[in-house]
């Protein structure tokens, strides 16, 4: 009877750097013994596979697309494999696997059929943006990305910057890379002047940028976020 194959959380880099400047060996030695991986983006995969593991045959690899579009139903074969003793990845395009990143339905798949789970140390920007923020890193909360819609919008930040008040809380959200120049714009005009507000720009790359001041330093400064990868924390003391 063969050994149960096992699912691997492997962590990529935050953007195009050299993968083991941010990744420990045991990453790159993982993905050299993996050939099926579950993949957000086939291209991008296979351009970080290649990246890490040169040696590594792209024609051996066998992966399944896991985005918005994929069907459940579908999904629910992609851990057939570790029957047979295979190993999988569960590959993320940006970071870590399943935090705010596809694959946590997989995560949850491989826990009701009995297959073992095993995380990878990697760079996670939501963390890391933390660690460098000088906030609340017992108590704090992620909540991805804000409503979209204008009353929405700011009925959410007034109820994020009262739960840090109340709660001594650290909030941490996130917003498409085009549209952080507007939530910017939307932080300065409705939190208070006296909440701390952090941003972190572009971790882990050579453009990083980490600040965190109060909401009434942010309105005497200008500084470019648009299309950049960013997470903002608030926390009103």
């Given at each position: 009877?063969?050994k ?7 962590p ?16 790159k030695k ?9 993949v ?10 290649k ?5 590594k045959?792209?024609?051996?690899l ?7 579009y994929t ?10 494999v ?35 789970v095993?995380p ?26 804000l409503?979209?819609e ?35 714009t ?5 939190l208070?002047?006296?909440?701390q ?24 400064i200008?500084?470019?976020?648009h299309?950049?990868?960013?997470i903002?924390i608030?926390?009103?003391?």
């Amino acid at each position: 009877m063969n050994k149960q194959g096992k699912l691997y959380l492997i962590p990529t880099t935050l953007g195009d750097n050299e993968p083991l400047e941010v990744l420990p060996i045991s990453v790159k030695k993982v993905v050299e013994h993996i050939d099926h991986y579950i993949v957000e983006n086939e291209k991008s995969a296979r351009k970080f596979i290649k990246k890490i593991s040169p040696r590594k045959s792209q024609p051996s690899l066998h992966l399944y697309l896991l985005d918005k579009y994929t069907e459940e139903l579908e999904t629910q074969h992609y851990l057939e494999v570790c029957s047979k003793g295979i190993n999988v990845g569960l590959l993320s395009e940006a970071g870590v696997p399943a935090i705010a990143d596809p694959g946590a339905s997989i995560v949850q798949l491989a826990h009701q059929k009995g297959i073992s789970v095993v995380p990878l140390v990697g760079p996670s920007s939501i963390l890391m943006a933390m660690m460098a923020s000088g906030l609340n890193g017992q108590n704090f909360a992620f909540n991805g990305y804000l409503p979209i819609e204008k009353s929405e919008r700011k009925k959410s930040i007034k109820q994020l910057e009262k739960w840090s008040f109340d709660k001594n809380q650290s909030q941490i959200f996130i917003e498409t890379p085009y549209r952080n120049e507007k939530l910017m714009t939307d932080l300065l005009q409705i939190l208070s002047d006296n909440t701390q507000l952090c941003v972190a720009v572009d971790i882990s790359l050579p453009t990083e940028y980490i600040k965190t001041m109060t909401v009434a330093k942010w309105k005497k400064i200008k500084e470019n976020l648009h299309k950049r990868p960013a997470i903002f924390i608030i926390h009103k003391i």
